[in-house]
């Protein structure tokens, strides 16, 4: 008996395009048919990151849960997300005049900066990134710092900066529970750092004792943040409706404008005169405590085994930079072992741990319908030639399963965010490599939080521009500012 076929709008996200399928069964939440050109076994193998409507309502619903237990002081101890108060309390005005220094540590990039706020419209910046040797990331705390103090020395020399005492913001993309506007002690590493005796310690001072044994240089901390703080900070320079900023790169996290009297862990939530406080959430740790088990495959736990902090960042795991990639080549190792992609042949290249770069997700989910330019050279770099078209589709296919994940879950962290403020109109300014260069990151957010959210919300996404730079420096002059009212 001839197989019916019928022409099918194929994607997981974003723009579609047809293709010639078979009858097949409907795929477990996504609400559509298969292509015929991947074979069942990649199929089922992919099934798990393929979440559905029901699944992303329960993530919304668990999030708020912790999230009200990181705010509320008898809870958060034993909080998944912290919701750690920023201490800062100003946004911009884009009235923030002057010059100011920014050091930027995101993971395995560090930067210094000079950023001089000459109008709302005018800000120069002036920045070096340093090679960052990565012995620094598992080496002592002692070594990291004097690795900062010797940049931020050099870059002062450079720019005849040696004599002034310009304030510094301090951007530290790691968990920190600030115990002030410049004073943060970090709670645990994570990205692959896992420095000595740094964990517990206040990192401003660690940074000021580094600048101290130089002797060469004046330099005045007056904040230390979050890069998801900048980001939103960056973007609220030019876009004052901006309240939550995003992080969707090497790894993942958000901050929200919260008001003062909910942040009861700021010892002065019921007194302060002023109304709002960012909310650092650290929402990389949702799911630590187990309640993401059923949005996790077989594939996230064995990435987990493998990276230095096994059983935490649960939610950074599935959905950020630092680990979309190997989900993929795991998948990928899989399918080739069981001789349903590549005829069962496997190149050196891909065994290796952490070969499959998140890079070559956005690259093979770049090629338009049909085409496969990128995906070739993705394939060429990690040594597998010769491929046919069903292999090529069914790259893509597992590549489109981990990003549409990854930014489902976003949607539902953000979704979470603005319905606990409670606001119908919001700017979100974000910021990470996974969002700037995946080709439709941007729109699979949109068309999930829209599901998502309650009629007539409001939104914007907005890419916030160097808010680890830009931010940290605004977080600085809106601290001086602040100061020189008292």
């Known amino acids: 008996m001839r197989k019916s076929t019928r022409l099918f709008t194929h994607s997981l996200f974003g723009p579609v395009f047809k293709i010639l399928v078979q009858n097949k069964p409907v795929c477990g939440g996504c609400n559509r048919k298969m292509p015929s050109l991947v074979h069942t076994e990649i199929e089922t193998a992919v099934k798990g990151f393929l979440i559905d409507q029901e699944k992303m309502t329960e993530v919304v619903e668990r999030m708020t849960k912790e999230i009200k237990m990181g705010l509320a002081k008898d809870t958060h101890a034993r909080a998944v997300i912290k919701c750690f108060v920023s201490h800062v309390q100003d946004l911009p005005t884009g009235k923030e005049r002057g010059k100011y220094l920014a050091l930027d540590l995101g993971g395995s990039n560090f930067r210094v900066l000079l950023v001089n706020l000459i109008s709302n419209s005018d800000v120069e910046i002036m920045s070096k990134g340093y090679n960052f040797p990565l012995t620094l990331m598992s080496g002592s705390g002692k070594a990291l710092f004097d690795f900062l103090a010797e940049s931020l020395s050099e870059f002062c020399h450079t720019h005849g900066l040696e004599n002034e005492s310009l304030p510094l913001g301090f951007t530290f993309s ?71 900023g995003l992080i969707v790169g090497t790894g993942s996290n958000a901050c929200y404008v ?52 096994p059983g935490k960042q649960t939610f950074e795991k599935c959905i950020s930079g630092m680990y979309m990639g190997e989900l993929v080549r795991l998948v990928v190792i899989d399918m080739i072992a069981k001789g349903f992609m590549f005829h069962g042949i496997i190149s050196e290249k891909i065994q290796e741990r952490w070969s499959f770069k998140t ?36 790259l893509r296919y597992i590549c489109e399963a981990v990003s549409s994940r990854s930014a489902k879950l976003c949607a539902c962290g953000l979704v979470t965010i603005i319905n606990k403020m409670n606001i119908n109109e919001v700017v979100i300014g974000i910021d990470g490599s996974v969002y700037r260069f995946h080709p439709k990151y941007h729109d699979m957010l949109q068309y999930h939080m829209k599901k998502l959210l309650k009629p007539g919300v409001k939104f914007e996404l907005i890419v916030s521009e160097d808010g680890s730079g830009r931010g940290a420096a605004l977080v600085a002059a809106t601290a001086v500012q602040a100061k020189s009212k008292l």
């Open 174 to 244: 790691f968990p920190l529970q600030q115990q002030g506007l410049s004073k943060g002690i970090l709670v645990a590493w994570t990205k692959g750092f896992s420095c000595e005796g740094v964990v517990g310690k206040n990192v401003v001072s660690l940074l000021q004792e580094a600048i101290d044994r130089r002797g060469d240089i004046k330099i005045n901390t007056v904040a230390i943040l979050n890069d998801t703080v900048g980001t939103l900070m960056s973007c609220a320079f030019y876009h004052p409706n901006c309240r939550i």
């Open 258 to 309: 919260e008001k003062t009297v909910n942040a009861e862990c700021f010892e002065g939530y019921q007194t302060s005169p002023k109304p709002s406080m960012i909310i650092n959430c650290e929402w990389g740790a949702f799911g630590d405590n187990g309640v993401l088990e059923f949005v996790r495959t077989s594939y996230d736990k064995i990435v987990d085994k493998v990276t230095p902090n």
């Open 359 to 394: 890079a070559y997700i956005s690259d093979v989910e770049s090629d338009a319908p049909g085409e496969y330019r990128n995906c070739n050279k993705v394939l060429s770099e990690l040594g597998i030639l010769g491929c046919q078209e069903p292999d090529k589709e069914a």
